[in-house]
C-alpha cells in the first residue's frame, strides 16, 4: 500500500519555515539557503515544492493577509455598536508594537511590491479588503444616527486606511517614532472630525 503523500505538510512547513525566515533577516536579504536552514531541508528539497524563493515568498504573503483580514472583520463585526466598532477597528490595524510579528511580516513582504505585480496584487487585495470593512462602519454608523460624514464613506475609508499604513510602518521602526497608544489618539481625532463624533471621549470613558 503507497505511502500518504506528504507534500501538503512538508510545502506548509516550508512557508512557516520562510515566515520566520523573514523575521529574522528581513526581506530584501533573505537567501533560499536561509529557509532550508531554518525547515532543516536542503535547497534542492525546498526547490522540489516551490520553484524559487519568490513562489515560497507569495504564499507566506497570501496567509499572512488573510490572517490579517479575517482576524481584523472578527473583531469589527462582533460590536454592534457603529462606534465602538471604529475604534475596535483602529485599534486591530495598528501594531502592537515594533515585535508585531504579523504587522512586520506584512510590511518586509511590502517591499515586494514594488518591484513585482504579484506582491503588488496582494497588497492591493489587503488595502481593498480594509477599505470596504472600514465603509461598511462608516456608513452603518451614518445610518444609525451616530456619524455625520464630512465626505463620502469610501474616501474616508481609504484615507484612514493610509494613516494607518503609515503609523504602523513608524511602530515598527527600529527606533520607533511614535508608540501604538500615540498612533490610536492620533487616528481618533481624525476619525473623530470626519464622522462627527467624539470617539476619543467615548473611548475614554469607557477606560474608566
Not at 90 to 106: F, Y
Not at 130 to 147: D, K, S
Not at 161 to 185: C, F, K, N, S, W
Not at 196 to 207: Q, T, V
Amino acid at each position: 500500500m503507497a505511502r500518504p503523500s506528504r507534500a501538503h505538510e512538508k510545502r506548509a512547513e516550508l512557508i512557516e519555515a520562510a515566515r520566520q525566515a523573514v523575521l529574522r533577516r528581513g526581506v530584501l536579504d533573505l537567501r533560499l539557503r536561509d529557509v532550508a536552514e531554518q525547515a532543516d531541508m536542503s535547497t534542492g528539497s525546498v526547490l522540489y515544492y516551490f520553484p524559487a524563493l519568490t513562489d515560497l515568498l507569495r504564499e507566506v504573503q497570501r496567509e499572512a493577509v488573510e490572517r490579517f483580514c479575517v482576524d481584523r472583520e472578527r473583531a469589527a463585526m462582533a460590536e454592534p455598536d457603529p462606534r465602538r466598532r471604529l475604534i475596535g477597528m483602529i485599534r486591530a490595524g495598528l501594531p502592537t508594537g515594533s515585535d508585531d510579528e504579523l504587522c512586520v511580516l506584512l510590511y518586509e513582504l511590502g517591499t515586494y511590491a514594488r518591484r513585482d505585480p504579484a506582491y503588488s496584487a496582494q497588497h492591493i487585495r489587503l488595502c481593498e479588503r480594509q477599505v470596504a470593512l472600514y465603509a461598511a462602519v462608516l456608513e452603518a454608523g451614518a445610518a444609525a444616527g451616530v456619524f455625520t460624514l464630512t465626505r463620502e464613506a469610501t474616501v474616508l475609508a481609504r484615507n484612514l486606511v493610509m494613516l494607518e499604513d503609515g503609523l504602523g510602518l513608524h511602530i515598527t521602526q527600529a527606533v520607533p517614532t511614535i508608540d501604538t497608544r500615540q498612533a490610536e489618539r492620533l487616528l481618533f481625532a481624525h476619525a473623530s472630525d470626519v464622522t462627527g463624533c467624539d470617539l476619543e471621549n467615548l473611548e475614554g470613558s469607557e477606560e474608566r
